[in-house]
Structures are given as C-alpha cells and as structure tokens.
C-alpha cells in the first residue's frame, strides 16, 4: 500500500452552520442537491484539487455524518481526512479546524461548504498565490451590476463598480499569519480576509468562478440543482439493495425491545442502546445500500445521546440521513432468529412500528428458530437478518 507524502497545505471546510435560510429543518451541509449532499459537492471539489489534509468542521451531532460523506469523496485519500465539531459562530468554527491541523501543514485554505459546486482550478489558484509569497489570497468575481447608495426609498449616490468585487471561497493564508489573527481577534468579522486584513496583512485577489456560488436560500439551492442536473455526467441513480445483520445477548437491564416493541415478562437484551437486533440490522441494510457507511458511522457509542434509544430513533434518524442524500427507502425485509420471543401474534403490529418509524415504507418481518443450533438455539441471545433497497429521491 503507498504511503502519501505529509502535505504542506491543509483545508478547513466550514460545514457547522445551521442553514436557517434555506429552510431546509436541518443543518444546511447535508441537504440534498441531487443524490449527494451539499458536503459531498463540496469535497468532491476539494479532493479533485491539490493534496491538502482536509479537516471537515461539522455540527454538533452529525460528526459521524461528515466522516461518511468524507471518505467516500476522498477515494484514496482517506488518511488525510479529520472531523471535528464546529463552535456557535463561525469563527469559533474556523478555529476547532485550525486547531487539528497537522504540524507540516503552512498554507491553510477555509472553504465554506455551502460553495458547493467551487471548481478544483480555484483552489489551486488560491494555493500558488500564498505559496508565491502573499501572506493570504482570496477568489474573486467582478461586479457587474450598477450599485447604487440608498437611503430608505431614495436613490442617494452612484457607486464605481471598477473597485468592487465578490469574495468566495476558498481564502488561504500563511498559517502562522492566519492562526496569529485568530489569536488576536477581538471581534467577528464577515470572513477570514476581513480578520487577516485587521490584522495588518495585505490580501492578495486571485479569479474566482461563477460556479462557486453560496448555496443561502432555496433560490440557491434550486439553481444549484439546475446546474447539476445539466452536467451530462450525472445520471438517475438505479435503485439499490444492501444487507444487513445484527446480533444481541440476553443479559440486559429492563425490559425487552426487539422490532420496536416492548416485550413483557422477558429478559432484555444487553447493548448501548435497547439492544433491539431487528431495528439495528435494519440501519445497516439501508445505510449499506445507500453507500453511507454503518450504525458504528452513525450511532457509535462514542455518541451517548443514543444510550438506551429505541428503534424509532434509530430507523427515524437513518431515514433522514438517507433523505438528505438524496435516497429514500422502498422496502425492507427481516428475519428475526431467536427462541424468544414468539413474534407470531405480535407480527403485524411490530411490521407496523417498524413501518411508521421508517415514515411509512413498507417492512416484513419473518421469524424463525435454529432447530436448537447455535446460540440463539441456546437461548443466549437474538440473531436478525435485513435486506432494504432504496431508490433516489
């Protein structure tokens, strides 16, 4: 297996922000544009470009979410990729990423990940101008619309354009300039030009792309869309199938969850969470066929706010992380392995929990015995099987 050389240059994708904005009910980095998120483009970009170490600063929450979409961007450079949870403002962001930078690392590019279609000629724009010698460079665009000066619903003054500009991202800097101005900050600023500028540097420009929009308001979000779909590269996803398996000891506290019910006058299963076998297997057959990782990627026990969750959580979790993918689940099949319980009488109504936790996709559920074979024919504990196919949204 080859080695990759320590990079000189490491990017810190800003991907903590709540995306209010736009509306979308959730953290604006993981909706979807067609069936990948915001954060998947943006990587994509990011990895096509220059060698860097690319630390993703993430929601509180959705760490194990970035990581997924991370490594599947990366391919082969899946060692250079750290995760690291964001702060409340940007710039207390934008510091969690500085601060996991790697010792080698000089040149430091932040990139909002809501610039999500950013091509990879931008960044290496960025990247030869600090490595010419600026002590930072940012992306810009001229402005070609006439700017005028108002003052309430008075046109008051003409501005001269010719020393406007839009600034985007990537914006790179020496990181000893850039680490320096955080340091020192007193205030927040807009951007991380605006900070290094206060500080006395000088800010070089470098063009920037029409394509390396900020995805803020649906508006954005639908031209995004557009511009997606119109690459002839992209096509319709066929719909998908994944496997899923699962297995859990009798010898936990409490009561009995298995297949989102509650199961009285039985021995519970052990876990980080209920231990309910039918719903975890079900996780994995869905995070599996959609290529988004696994119930370790997602609700690890690294992740405490899933100790002792039920089968709801789980499945209504996992069907959002596939929504905002762009997937959605067609249906799913799972057998279930165990002396006990007996899940004849109970068959619908745990096929019906299941299903609503889902949102409404259809699950079967199917039980048998081992014939006295193994440790689910011992009693120890409880075996369970899932298939699940998607589709794209």
């Given amino acids: 297996m080859s080695i990759l050389p320590v990079p000189r240059v490491g990017i810190v994708v800003v991907a903590a922000g709540s995306g209010t904005r736009l509306g979308a009910g959730g953290p604006k980095a993981f909706v979807g544009i067609d069936r990948h998120s915001i954060l998947r483009h943006a990587l994509d970009g990011v990895f096509s470009a220059p060698t860097a170490q690319v630390v993703i600063v993430a929601p509180d929450g959705r760490e194990g979410d970035a990581r997924t979409e991370a490594l599947a961007a990366a391919g082969d450079r899946a060692d250079l990729v750290t995760v690291v949870t964001g702060g409340a403002t940007r710039q207390e962001s934008v510091s969690a990423g500085l601060a996991a930078l790697w010792g080698d690392v000089e040149v430091v590019l932040v990139h909002d990940a809501a610039r999500a279609l950013t091509p990879p000629e931008v960044f290496a724009r960025v990247i030869a101008a600090v490595e010419a010698g600026a002590a930072g460079a940012i992306p810009v665009l001229p402005v070609v619309d006439t700017i005028k000066r108002v003052a309430g619903d008075e046109i008051v003054g003409v501005v001269d354009r010719s020393e406007l500009a839009s600034a985007q991202t990537p914006q790179g800097f020496r990181r000893d300039v850039l680490a320096a101005a955080y340091a020192a900050a007193m205030q927040d600023f807009t951007d991380d030009a605006a900070l290094v500028a206060e ?29 997606v779909v119109a690459v002839p590269a992209v096509a319709a996803a066929p719909p998908r199938i994944g496997v899923g398996t699962d297995v859990h000891a009798f010898g936990g506290d409490g009561a009995l969850w298995l297949a989102g019910l509650e199961w009285g006058g039985e021995q519970a299963l052990s876990g980080h969470s209920d231990g309910d076998a039918v719903a975890h297997a079900i996780v994995d ?29 789980f499945l209504g979790r996992t069907a959002t992380i596939l929504r905002e993918a762009g997937w959605r689940v067609g249906n799913v099949s799972v057998q279930v392995q165990a002396n006990r319980p007996r899940f004849a009488a109970r068959r619908a109504e745990a096929e019906r929990a299941l299903s609503d936790a889902l949102g409404g996709a259809p699950v079967s559920v199917s039980a048998t015995t081992t014939d006295g074979l193994g440790f689910t024919g011992r009693g120890e504990g409880v075996s369970a099987y899932a298939v699940a196919l998607v589709v794209p949204v």
């Fill in 285 to 313: 057959a869905l995070l599996a066929a959609a290529g988004l990782g696994d119930i370790g990627t997602h609700f690890g026990t690294d992740q405490p706010q899933y100790a002792g969750a039920h089968a709801d959580a």
């Fill in 199 to 227: 500080a006395g540097h000088t800010v070089s420009a470098v063009p920037g792309h029409p394509l390396a929009f900020k995805i803020t308001t649906a508006a954005d979000l639908d031209r995004a869309r557009h511009l």
